[in-house]
């Protein structure tokens, strides 16, 4: 069996502690080796242990529940010996990065486990898209993580006044998130990227062209990381990654590399949703009616601050999108709240008929 201080030398440098350590004891007593979890393909798990890096089947941990799928970043209990190898359970994950799928049930689907930081990639090399910015922070918030936006090709942008309003832009979309510009080819801001991530386990997040893999192999200081060009009418770029690999940071830390999400659907994230956008939120508490839909109602603190210029229109707009998505989302799995929702749209549409219907009637 191998010893609790081989598997501390080993395992630390993926993150493993005193406390996964404690949660790991049963399956110690069950001669069962701890590992995690660095890459998934087709029911096939590589996993880090104190033994070395070995291939293992997940087939007695894969139930009908997509959320409960074997993931990168797990921990598991894997057996000692035997061809194949079994995973025989994960575990209890601190933190997990979900999202929803494309499925008429709206099923979850994980792509991260035990993730301290969900680092978001967005390319300069095109017009940011603030509302994207918007619903990756939304997921990540929900996730548990601290999320970090990189700014990637910011040597693109050649005017350091430009890249400050940039940068604005982003930090007044994303509330208490750290902001980097960074340039993988130039090395600008990736000291400070390492300084944020050199603690934990951090998710790499972005669409195809965002330069998630150029980062990854810029921060381990290797090309581990397969690249491709964008093509330069739209910034996209192929999905050179096409599974999630894990990774120890030379300096410290542990980094899971993504494919590049085409979707981001949320999934069950009210409470992501209102720390992205925190400002109406705090500016609801103060309107009148508490159920408060922030269009037409009297009293109303959110409607007042963008009539004041307080509050971008835009910002409002993209919260309302976010709130409608997710609650449908939610409904699709539970009955009752699919009912209210569509008897208070009819609600709505009916008030909204009567307030023309009113009009007209001044009108004539």
Known sequence: ???SSAVNSALAPYGWDDDWADAFAPYASEGLLPGRVVRVDRGQCDVVTADGAVRADTAFVTPHDPMRVVCTGDWVAVEAGGNPRYIRAYL???TAFVRST???RSDGQILAANVDHAVVAVSLAVELD????ERFLALAWESGAQPVVVLTKADLVTDPVTLAHLV???EN???GVPVVAASAHCGDGLDILRALVGDGTSVLLGQSGAGKSTLANALIGEDVMDVRAARDVDGKGRHTTTTRNLLALPGGGVLIDTPGLRGVGLYDAESGVGQVFAEIEELAERCRFH???HESEPGCAVRAAVDGGELPVRRLESYRKLIRENQ?????TDARLRAEIRRDWKRKGAEGRAAMQAKQGRWT
């Open 1 to 3: 069996m191998t010893s």
């Open 92 to 94: 209890p994950r601190r």
């Open 102 to 104: 494309s499925s008429k």
């Open 130 to 133: 603030l509302g994207r910015v």
């Open 168 to 170: 604005q832009d982003v």
């Open 173 to 175: 979309t994303a509330p």
């Open 291 to 293: 159920d408060c839909a």
């Open 328 to 332: 449908w989302i939610v409904a699709k």
